[in-house]
């Protein structure tokens, strides 16, 4: 079992940053030095894969120019001598095979999937969320990749979190440990109350799934918020095949709203070589002397 494509969704409409993106997809909005969507793209590669189509729909054509060479620019900087610069453009459109689909509907991450169908096959796959950037030691696709090789299986993400949180993911029950860090997985709910969940394991934006889960999306009917929801047709996976879910390493960014966002932007900030000894010190100061305006 050798995972070597991945798909990344991409074509949600970012409410929860609006009025940013009414025109830019919160994908490309920037995270330093680079757009939310290269660091999903990073940890793909990272992870082996070598083929990635990016789901997309109507106003998400900057990031297929972003993933694209740009001729005219690097001529122009390396004109100028800036070769660095033109090597750095180009790099981004090299780093995998990337391919583009639009989802013409809006129905459901689970709809976003099944569209996937014809380029993934027969193989297993990847799924990186468009607007979570992970990031561990060992990148977080690459541990789940590892266990699914490992267990010939379907692996998700999985994190342990509060009775308060859990209404916005989906949790999972876990039957056994199967060894460090990796859990069997037999059922799962999408965004239940504290009273339906099956534990305080949640469903974070990482997944390896087998093939199978088309024919069963194919046919699932939709769910919470009238949507084909990922989670029903993955439910239904777990109980036809074994499924294990891996406990990551690593720190998660949901960069899909304004809080989280900030964050990211400044945890990354704080170690960017160039701005993050200045940065850390401006926070201090600031911190002290700060005044509405």
Known sequence: MKVRKA??????????????????PKEMLPLVDKPVIQYIVEEAVSAGV??????????KSPIEDYFDYAPDLEERLRFDGKNKDA???????????????RQKETKGLGHAIWRARSFVGDEPFAILLGDDIM???????????EAAEANSCSSIA????????ISKYSSVKIDHKISNRVYSITDMNEK??????????????????TPGIFDILEHTAPGRNNEI?????????????????????????????????????????L???????????????????????
């Open 158 to 165: 999985i994190r342990e979190i509060p009775d308060d949180a």
């Open 271 to 293: 170690k960017n070589e160039e701005a993050g000894a200045w940065l850390k010190q401006f926070i201090i100061d600031k911190a002290k002397s700060f005044e509405e305006f």
């Open 192 to 209: 239940p109350t504290p009273d339906e969940k099956l534990s305080n394991y949640a469903i974070m934006g990482r997944y390896v799934l």
């Open 50 to 59: 070598e083929e990635i189509l990016i789901i997309t729909n109507r106003g």
């Open 135 to 145: 990031l561990g030691k060992k990148p977080v696709l690459k541990q789940l990749v």
């Open 7 to 24: 798909v990344i969704p991409a074509a949600g409409l970012g409410t929860r940053l609006l009025p940013n993106t009414k025109s830019i």
């Open 229 to 269: 929801q990922l989670t029903d047709g993955m439910k239904t996976l777990c109980g036809m095949e074994h499924f294990v879910g891996v406990d990551f390493e690593g720190r998660r960014y949901d960069t899909g709203n304004l809080k989280g966002y900030l964050e990211s932007i400044i945890d990354f900030a």
């Open 87 to 101: 090597d750095t453009v180009r790099a981004v459109a090299d780093m995998a095979d990337i391919f583009f689909l």
